[in-house]
């Protein structure tokens, strides 16, 4: 990858897209946070998970297995569970940067899928740098902002089921989930994740079943000798890209 200097059309277009991923995003922060409340966390708790867990998916399942009467060791597992993948785009994304020490470590804190899809594909080590931190940092700030907004929101809502957001967690992972319906491999591992899960929902305790569906998923992938084409996001696999 060429270490070139950025023309200004090119910075201003990675920072338009970028901020364009972040607002469409951090939206999701709103529905996060009502729900976190609704669950039983306080708002200075669910504030503190957007913070320091900082993975949308990860905190739904966390708040999602609270929710159903699971324990919080339950949801936990889940919500690491989840996570694992974006060790996953570490390993992609190390190389692709080339950054060293607390630049590194900063960096990990805003892995996710939009800072990953913004980045991968680009011509050169600046343009993958800025499009990475300028998405990160965007969705940071704004799924923040949004969950606070949302927690103080939902703590004046009251009942959940007033206005839905019960189903938010289950609409959330349906998003995550869609992109990687492209492959009809994954469209099994679906099928039988969702398959095993409904088969232990009568005999295990909340939370058990999803880390049941997500140990199909990890089987899968440790037996399957052919990469999954949809591991790594690109730009139109999250909310605001395009290209």
């Given at each position: 990858?060429s270490?070139?200097?950025l023309d200004p059309?090119e910075r201003?277009?990675?920072?338009?897209?970028?901020?364009?991923?972040?607002v469409?995003?951090g939206?999701?922060g709103?529905?996060?946070?009502?729900?976190s409340?609704?669950?039983?966390?306080?708002?200075?708790?669910?504030?503190?998970?957007?913070l320091?867990?900082?993975?949308?998916?990860?905190?739904f399942?966390?708040?999602?297995v609270?929710?159903a009467?699971?324990s919080?060791?339950s949801?936990?597992?889940?919500?690491?569970?989840l996570?694992?993948?974006n060790?996953?785009?570490?390993?992609?994304?190390a190389?692709?940067l080339?950054?060293?020490?607390?630049?590194?470590?900063?960096?990990?804190?805003?892995l996710?899928?939009e800072?990953?899809?913004?980045?991968?594909?680009r011509d050169?080590?600046p343009?993958?740098?800025?499009?990475?931190?300028?998405t990160?940092?965007?969705?940071f700030?704004l799924?923040?902002?949004?969950?606070?907004?949302g927690?103080?929101?939902?703590?004046a809502?009251g009942?959940?089921r007033?206005?839905?957001?019960?189903?938010?967690?289950?609409?959330?992972?349906?998003?995550?989930l869609?992109?990687?319906?492209?492959?009809r491999?994954?469209?099994?591992v679906?099928?039988l994740?969702?398959?095993?899960?409904?088969?232990?929902?009568?005999v295990?305790?909340a939370?058990?079943?999803?880390?049941?569906?997500?140990?199909v998923?990890?089987?899968?992938?440790?037996?399957?000798?052919r990469q999954?084409p949809?591991?790594?996001p690109?730009?139109d696999?999250v909310?605001?890209?395009?290209?």
């Open positions: 990858m270490d070139v200097v059309a201003s277009g990675i920072l338009r897209d970028s901020l364009a991923v972040g469409a995003t939206a999701y709103l529905g996060f946070g009502a729900v409340v609704a669950s039983g966390l306080s708002v200075a708790q669910t504030c503190v998970l957007s320091l867990m900082f993975t949308g998916a990860s905190q399942a966390l708040v999602g609270v929710a009467g699971g919080p060791l949801g936990a597992a889940t919500a690491l569970l996570g694992t993948r060790t996953l785009y570490g390993l992609r994304m190389p692709l080339q950054w060293r020490g607390w630049r590194r470590a900063g960096a990990a804190h805003v996710i899928d800072s990953t899809a913004m980045s991968v594909g050169s080590t343009a993958a740098r800025l499009g990475f931190l300028a990160g940092i965007a969705v700030v799924w923040n902002l949004a969950t606070l907004v927690a103080l929101a939902g703590g809502v009942d959940p007033t206005f839905g957001l019960d189903a938010a967690v289950a609409a959330a992972f349906l998003a995550l869609w992109p990687r319906l492209k492959d491999r994954n469209v099994l679906g099928v994740a969702a398959a095993v899960a409904l088969s232990m929902v009568p295990s305790a939370g058990v079943p999803v880390l049941a569906a997500g140990g998923a990890l089987l899968v992938g440790v037996l399957a000798r999954d949809t591991e790594i690109g730009p696999d909310a605001g890209g395009h290209h």
